[in-house]
């Protein structure tokens, strides 16, 4: 348990920290390298937010055992595809077990539970009925809400773009796993979401129509305001981006299981789509928020009406590769032309505010607090995924150093208010939101992008020319296959090697890797421009020994965790010994040894006055927060236990048997 854990303070990435020049060398846990030392902190610290932490509120935190899954946070019990879309989609590579299970529970919230026409989604007032192939705004076990949830929800539409994104995120997790049987198993949840979708397709140009509150930001989105003051159904900019990025996605899913048939004509689909788009572009080259059907215009900047820019469908258009790169980049001039969307660093929803909602812009709904003019780190996270594929580093830095800046005082909230500056429940004395993992989870992703497809992978680096080499030393998933980067040099690709070989499928931008011909374990050296492979880690890693304290007897809320973990720790052995090592289960209890490793470790780090303290009522919610997440992770995997006993599966019944025996 120890190893994972002694590791942890190798190198602290807070935003404070000085930044070394090209002659600097970095070397953390999961990221080293040489150049700008700065920004490896902040890679590294990134990284460290997905695994269990002492000192930095972490993904271990998120998990409920209701559904053995993450929660969007502990003010917030249920599942959200708005919220969680950039972040998900973001960490998707770097997941390993048992996450990859926890994150797939959740989702599947919203995939056992969708629209079929007949199932009633949750209690009045969200007793509705929605169509079949419609997803959610939010979910729980036996309780689904297919609209969004706040605001007029008598007049909102069905949640139409939440399903777009929701397949998005489900069809990019199995194209990195390859799972034959479970595409198999997903694929018809996901054509009858596509199906849903293009029920809002007219035919007569091959935009998509929707009514209020059926964007992904909702309900900041009113729809077509009619003469007669009601709503209806306006051509939706984001809607038609989200439904080409889904159709991207199934179309190589198909393509890897075989069925030629349907990719073809999602293929059609996705290209009609994908031809419309310049009837949602202005002549400045980004897209408008939408169009009503009379042909007047949403999203114009400094139109007399309607004249603001709506970020969330451009950032999406370039994070997704919806749009060409020279489209791409002239999106982002404007993003760039205009310092008031970016006020704290991270970008807004719009600037300036709206004034086509269908609540007037006061209280909530004021501009800077909510969805008009808040901030919501889902959006950060396609924007610092658009960064990068435009080698924007220093705007990826400027949001992973704001993040810091909240992530520091435990107040990973969301949505931030105030434009961005200031959390949306201040009167709790932490914070924490799934949403907020975003900018970090994108920070990693963009270094590579990882584009997967039905026949391998291709990797697109974006490296900071100031980083003259990079090792990252967590692997990357690819089916069942491990990844491990580095990059060597600055400018375009001159030789990749792969565990030592030459390696041909490469071009100045991208490497190739199909899927049958990557080694199991493919340790993948890049060199750019006239980098050299013989740049290499230091020679000498050094462990940081525990902090010294002359405590003789430990807490006992930390001696009751150890009590507790005596069990996972035996249970752990037993797999091991049983070649059971590699399984969910065995990741389940090792995750628990860590986050009790994690109590140990802040522990220690208190009392040797190493760890930065926060005021009073915060600091005991803090360190509660890690005795509760060891307690959930306990409580689920006891639980997952207890319904194998009822299992006739025999592998089920096997690790019954080890688990039964590790208390004795």
């Known amino acids: 348990m120890w190893a994972a854990v002694l590791v942890w303070t190798q190198a602290h990435a807070l935003a404070g920290a000085p930044r070394s020049g090209p002659a600097g060398m970095f070397e953390g846990q999961h990221y080293r390298g040489a150049g700008d030392v700065e920004y490896l902190r902040l890679l590294e610290t990134a990284r460290r937010m997905f695994e269990p932490d002492p000192e930095l509120q972490n993904l271990s935190m998120l998990y409920t055992p209701k559904w053995n899954g993450f929660v969007e946070g502990p003010t917030w019990d249920a599942w959200w595809i708005q919220n969680s879309y950039g972040t998900t989609y973001a960490i998707l590579p770097f997941l390993r077990e048992p996450f990859v299970t926890f994150l797939q529970n959740a989702q599947d919230l919203w995939f056992d539970q969708m629209g079929d026409g007949r199932r009633v989604g949750a209690p009045p007032p969200f007793n509705w009925v929605a169509p079949d192939g419609c997803l959610c705004d939010a979910a729980r076990p036996g309780w689904i809400v297919y609209k969004q949830g706040d605001g007029r929800t008598a007049i909102h539409d069905w949640a139409v773009e939440f399903t777009a994104a929701g397949v998005v995120l489900q069809a990019e997790a199995l194209l990195i796993s390859r799972d034959t049987n479970a595409i198999t198993r997903y694929l018809p949840k996901l054509e009858r979401c596509l199906a849903f979708g293009e029920t809002r397709r007219d035919p007569r140009n091959n935009l998509f129509l929707a009514g209020p509150a059926a964007n992904l930001l909702a309900p900041s989105y009113a729809g077509w305001r009619r003469p007669d003051g009601t709503y209806g159904q306006g051509y939706l900019a984001g809607l038609s981006i989200s439904q080409i990025a889904a159709l991207d996605r199934v179309i190589e899913l198909e393509k890897l299981v075989g069925r030629g048939r349907e990719a073809s004509a999602h293929t059609g689909l996705r290209d009609s789509a994908k031809a419309a788009l310049p009837l949602l572009m202005t002549p400045e080259g980004y897209f408008v928020k939408s169009i009503d059907p009379d042909g007047t215009r949403h999203g114009v900047l400094y139109a007399p009406h309607f004249g603001y820019f709506e970020a969330p469908p451009n950032h999406d258009a370039i994070a997704f590769r919806v749009v060409d790169d020279p489209q791409a980049e002239k999106i982002y001039q404007q993003i760039a032309a205009l310092p008031g969307l970016r006020p704290y660093d991270f970008i807004l929803p719009n600037y300036p505010g709206y004034d086509d909602m269908y609540e007037k812009p006061e209280g ?277 236990m207890k319904q194998y006993a009822g299992s006739s599966d025999p592998a089920h019944r096997k690790i019954l048997q080890l688990w039964e025996a590790a208390s004795k």
């Open 364 to 640: 909530l709904w004021r501009y800077g607090e909510w969805v008009n003019g808040g901030h919501w780190s889902t959006c950060e996270a396609r924007m610092v995924l658009g960064y990068y594929r435009l080698g924007k580093f220093e705007d990826a830095r400027r949001s992973m150093k704001r993040l810091l800046t909240f992530a520091e005082r435990f107040r990973m909230d969301n949505p931030l208010t105030r434009y961005g500056s200031a959390v949306y429940q201040p009167n709790q004395p932490i914070n924490l939101c799934y949403d907020t993992f975003g900018p970090a989870a994108a920070f990693l992703r963009g270094l590579f992008e990882f584009l997967y497809h039905a026949d391998g992978l291709t990797l697109v680096p974006h490296i900071p020319p100031d980083l003259t080499w990079l090792e990252q030393t967590d692997p990357v998933r690819f089916g069942n296959k491990q990844l491990y980067l580095s990059v060597a040099g600055s400018g375009p690709i001159t030789a990749v090697r792969i565990n030592g070989k030459h390696w041909q499928q490469f071009d100045r931008g991208t490497v190739s890797l199909p899927y049958d011909t990557t080694p199991d374990r493919a340790r993948i050296q890049i060199i750019l421009g006239d980098g050299s492979v013989s740049a290499k880690p230091p020679t000498k890693r050094r462990v940081p020994k525990l902090p010294a304290t002359r405590e003789k007897q430990l807490p006992p809320e930390i001696a009751a965790l150890d009590k507790r973990a005596a069990r996972f720790r035996e249970f752990s052995r037993r797999l091991a010994k049983a070649k059971l090592g590699n399984t969910y289960e065995a990741a389940h209890a090792r995750l628990v040894l860590d986050c009790v490793g994690a109590v140990h470790f802040r522990h220690r780090l208190e009392l040797s006055g190493q760890l930065k303290l926060l005021p009073g009522a915060s600091q005991t919610a803090a360190d509660q927060a890690y005795w509760d997440a060891v307690a959930r992770l306990s409580d689920g995997l006891e639980s997952l």
